[in-house]
C-alpha cells in the first residue's frame, strides 16, 4: 500500500545574483519523502542543502518549482503548514538569557503546542535536562545547547523534522546519544525526518534513503547499502557512505 | 607597563576598515553632532526671545512626548536586532509565526514599555519640577496616539533596513529619530526654523504634534487644527511604511538575504 506524501519537492531551481552571472545554487532539484522516513541529505559547502531546506521552510522564494507540504503549497499556506513543521541546526541558538524553560514555553506558545508544560517536561526528561530547566542557555555547554534545540525541535511533535547539521561540533559520544534518542522518538511518534550531515557515520545510522546533491543537482540516490554498491562498484553488505562522498564530490 | 604602538595601530585600522565597509558609522562621527548642534542652537534662539511662563512647560513636555517616539521608533528595530544577535531569528522565522505577527509583537512590548516609562517621566516631572503633562486633559491622549502612530512607522522602516542591509546598518537605527529632532520642533515653535527646514517640519506628523502641545499648555484649548494634519500625515507615513516593508520582505525572501540576516 503506498504510504502517504509528506514532503513533494518538484523541479525546484534557485539562483542567486544577476541572471546573466548569478549563481545557481538549485538546479532543478525533485525528490519527495513518505511518511515515516528519514532522508539523509548529503553534499559537500555550497551544494545546495541549506538553500533546499529554506526553501521547504519558505524562507527563500524559489526562481521556479514547487514545494508541496501535507499536499499544500509552501508558498500559500506557510503558517498552517508549519505547525506540523520544526526545524533545527547547529547554526542557530535559542536565546542566550532565556532559561531552557522559558525558551521551550515561547516556542511551544509559537507552535500552539496543546499542554505545552506536560510536554517541555516530558521532552527535558526524555534529553536528560530536568535538572538543567532553570539554567540559561549561556551557561550550557556546546552539547547540552543542542539538546536544548532538539527539544524545541520536537515540541509541537513535527510530523516533518527538518534537521540542518544539528549535531555539527559535538564529540561522538553525545552524538552518538542524540542520534539514538531521536530514531527512538521518530519510532514512537511517527515523524519524518530530513536530516543533514558532513558526518557520514551519522547518516549511516539514522536514514532510511540518501540523496547526494552537488552544484545543487541530485547526483545519486538510494539507501545507504545501495548507494554504497552503486557509486563504489563494490559488493559490499556495509555502508561506506564516507568513501561515496569522496567519490560524488570528485566526479565532475 | 610598555605599550606597543603597532598593536594600538592595529585596532584604528581594524575600526577604520569597518567604518569604510560601513558608511552608516559616520553618521555617528559626523552627523550626530552637527545635529545635537542645530537642535540647541534654534532652542537657544527661541528662548532669548521668549519671555513666558510657559517655557518650563514647554520643555518638559515637549522632552516627555518626545521619550514617546524616540523610545518606540528605536524599540522595535533593536528588539528584531536582539534575535539576530542572539542567532535566534531563523528558529522564529522557521516557526508558523508571519512576519506581521512578529512586528505586531515587538510593537505590544514597545507599547507596554513606553506606557511604563510614560507613568514615570509624569510622576518625577509632577514631584520634582511640579509639571503635571496630564494638564494637557483629553488631548494628551490624541497627542499621544499620534506620536505613537508616527513612532511604529519610523519602526516598521527601520526594520525594513534591517532587513535590506542585515544588522551592520544598527546603530543608524539609534540615530535616525535624532535626524527628525531639529525639524520636529520639539522644543521650540516651527516658525524659529529658516523656511526650507520650516518646509519639512511640516511634513512631519510630530512636529504638528508638539505644535499642538504648546498651543494647549498655553491657551488650555486643545489645537484640532494640529491634530487633524498631524493624523493625515500619520496615515500617509504609515501607508508608506507598510507598502515599504511588504516591497522589501519580499526582495528579500527572493534573494536570500532573509536567511543570511546573521
Known amino acids: 500500500m503506498a504510504k502517504n506524501l509528506v514532503l513533494e519537492v518538484k523541479n525546484l531551481r534557485k539562483s542567486f545574483g544577476p541572471a546573466s552571472a548569478g549563481f545557481v545554487a538549485i538546479d ?41 507540504i501535507f499536499d499544500k503549497d509552501v508558498t500559500k499556506f ?16 535559542l536565546p542566550w538569557n532565556l532559561t531552557v524553560w522559558e525558551n521551550l514555553l515561547v516556542y511551544a506558545k509559537l507552535y500552539e503546542v496543546p499542554d505545552a508544560k506536560k510536554r517541555i517536561n516530558e ?6 535536562m530536568s535538572n538543567l530547566r532553570n539554567k540559561a542557555i549561556r551557561d550550557l555547554s556546546t552539547g547540552q545547547r543542542a539538546r536544548a534545540s532538539l527539544c524545541k525541535a520536537l515540541l509541537n ?34 515523524m519524518t525526518v530530513l536530516y543533514t550531515s558532513h558526518n557520514m557515520w551519522e547518516i549511516e545510522e539514522i536514514a532510511d ?31 561506506n557512505l564516507r568513501d561515496v562522498f569522496i567519490h560524488l564530490t570528485r566526479t565532475k | ?34 545635529l545635537v548642534l542645530v537642535l540647541w542652537g534654534f532652542l537657544s534662539k527661541y528662548v532669548q526671545n521668549i519671555q513666558s511662563s510657559s517655557l518650563a512647560a514647554f520643555l518638559l513636555g515637549g522632552m516627555i512626548l518626545w521619550v514617546v517616539f524616540e523610545k518606540v521608533s528605536t524599540d522595535i528595530g533593536v528588539n528584531f536586532m536582539y534575535e539576530i544577535w542572539d542567532r535566534n531569528i531563523i528558529n522564529l522565522l522557521a516557526s508558523p509565526i508571519t512576519f506581521w505577527e512578529f512586528l505586531t509583537g515587538l510593537l505590544t512590548i514597545s507599547f507596554i514599555k513606553i506606557i511604563i516609562a510614560l507613568t514615570s517621566m509624569w510622576l518625577m516631572a509632577g514631584i520634582f519640577y511640579n509639571f503635571q503633562i496630564t494638564s494637557l486633559g483629553f488631548g ?61 517640519a511640516f511634513v512631519l506628523p510630530i512636529a504638528h504634534v508638539f505644535e499642538g502641545m504648546r498651543y494647549t499648555l498655553k491657551s488650555g484649548q486643545f489645537d484640532f487644527n494640529s491634530f487633524w494634519l498631524a493624523t493625515l500625515l500619520n496615515i500617509a507615513y504609515m501607508t508608506g511604511s507598510v507598502v515599504f516593508f511588504t516591497f522589501i520582505f519580499k526582495k528579500v525572501l527572493k534573494s536570500g538575504r532573509l536567511v543570511k540576516l546573521i
Not at chain 1, 123 to 128: K, P, R, V, Y
Not at chain 2, 3 to 16: D, G, Q, S, T, Y
Not at chain 2, 20 to 32: A, K
Not at chain 2, 174 to 183: E, R, S, T
Open chain 1, 28 to 68: 532543478d532539484i525533485s525528490f519527495d519523502l513518505e511518511e515515516g522516513q528519514i532522508l539523509g541529505f548529503l553534499g559537500p559547502n555550497g551544494a545546495g542543502k541549506s538553500t533546499t531546506i529554506y526553501c521547504i521552510l519558505g524562507l527563500i522564494k524559489p526562481d521556479s518549482g514547487k514545494v508541496h
Open chain 1, 78 to 93: 506557510r503558517s498552517e503548514i508549519m505547525v506540523n513543521v520544526n526545524y533545527a541546526s547547529a547554526d542557530f541558538h
Open chain 1, 123 to 128: 521532552l527535558l526528561q526524555i534529553f536528560e
Open chain 1, 157 to 190: 511533535k513535527p510530523k516533518l523534522l527538518l534537521l540542518d547539521e544539528p549535531m555539527a561540533s559535538m564529540d561522538p559520544d553525545v552524538v552518538d546519544k542524540g542520534i539514538k534518542l531521536l530514531k527512538q522518538i521518530q519510532k514512537e511518534e511517527g
Open chain 1, 209 to 239: 534513503k540518501v540523496i547526494f546533491i552537488n552544484h545543487g543537482k541530485i547526483t545519486a540516490s538510494g539507501t545507504p547499502l545501495e548507494l554504497t554498491q552503486q557509486v563504489l562498484d563494490i559488493e559490499t553488505g556495509e555502508a
Open chain 2, 1 to 34: 607597563m610598555t605599550m606597543n604602538p603597532n598593536r594600538v595601530f592595529a585596532i584604528i585600522l581594524r575600526h577604520i576598515f569597518t567604518t569604510m565597509h560601513q558608511l552608516e558609522r559616520f553618521f555617528d562621527v559626523i552627523i550626530s553632532p552637527v
Open chain 2, 140 to 200: 494628551l491622549a490624541l497627542l499621544w496616539i499620534n506620536l505613537f502612530i508616527f513612532a511604529v512607522s519610523f519602526g516598521i522602516f527601520n526594520v525594513s533596513l534591517i532587513l535590506r542591509y542585515g544588522h551592520t546598518i544598527g546603530p543608524l537605527t539609534w540615530i535616525l529619530p535624532f535626524f527628525v529632532q531639529p525639524f520636529a520642533a520639539v522644543f521650540y515653535p516651527i516658525s524659529v526654523l529658516p523656511p526650507v527646514l520650516q518646509k519639512i
